[in-house]
């Protein structure tokens, strides 16, 4: 079973930067379509941004030209790079498969405010 452990976040100032890991435990993580996620309070989860298993990466129109996924498979991690970030960038970010969700991990909290 593949275990995900999210982390990087903290609180920022708008315009600001912030690079999100995501540690995988088990399994073949070379073969797997990759993705961050975010849930912000009252909101549903939604994809942000992913990552195929051969590096192919799309983007949520919100996020396009500000955020970049990027993958380590003989780390097994996945990175999000964060920048000119704005208080609705603010939630619970995750990282997960494309389909075929594992566990979720904890998330990491990003808060952008002044």
């Known amino acids: 079973q593949v275990q995900l452990v999210e982390s990087g976040g903290g609180l920022v100032q708008p315009g600001g930067s912030l690079t999100l890991s995501c540690a995988a435990s088990?399994?073949?993580?070379?073969?797997?379509?990759m993705g961050w996620y975010r849930q912000a309070p009252g909101k549903q989860r939604e994809l942000v941004a992913g990552?195929?298993?051969?590096?192919?990466?799309n983007y949520v129109d919100s996020v396009k030209g500000r955020f970049t996924i990027s993958r380590d498979n003989l780390q097994k991690t996945v990175y999000l790079q964060m920048n000119s970030l704005k208080p609705e960038d603010t939630a619970v970010y995750y990282c997960?498969?494309?389909?075929?969700?594992?566990?979720w991990g904890p998330g990491t909290q990003v808060t952008v405010s002044s």
């Open positions: 997960n498969r494309r389909s075929y969700y594992f566990t």
């Open positions: 088990g399994g073949i993580f070379r073969m797997f379509d």
């Open positions: 990552i195929s298993s051969s590096g192919s990466t």
